[in-house]
């Protein structure tokens, strides 16, 4: 997986949740039991990725991840007790800076990479 797949991958996170909290259940397997070291991206992480672990961005990019998958988890509970309301305004306030959140350190950690390089 290259910097550009690994941002791909985790927008999905947001189209899965959308789908789940609207009903298509097809996707609650996946979501309920995905800890963030199991999703492409944490696997990712915590393979091939972990030789930028010289980057400040490596670390900010763990902690940026786990925290989103902490809020995606949030939701699926949420759904499950029947809050979907509550799982919408979830996804469109601290789910969606979490995820942007995580999608800049994966940009910053490729500029790191790319300045190192040079």
Request: a negative charge.
């Amino acid at each position: 997986m290259n910097f550009d797949d690994a941002v791909a991958s985790h927008i999905k996170w947001k189209v899965r949740l959308n789908k789940f909290i609207e009903g298509d259940h097809e996707e609650y397997h996946q979501l309920a039991i995905c800890p963030h070291t199991e999703c492409e991206l944490g696997k990712w992480i915590s393979g091939e990725g972990k030789q930028f672990n010289y980057s400040p961005n490596y670390e900010l990019l763990i902690d940026r991840h786990t925290h989103f998958h902490k809020l995606a988890q949030d939701v699926v509970k949420m759904v499950e007790t029947g809050d979907r309301e509550g799982a919408k305004r979830l996804v469109a306030g601290p789910f969606t800076t979490a995820s942007k959140d995580t999608v800049y350190s994966i940009i910053q950690l490729k500029r790191d990479v790319h300045l190192h390089e040079d």
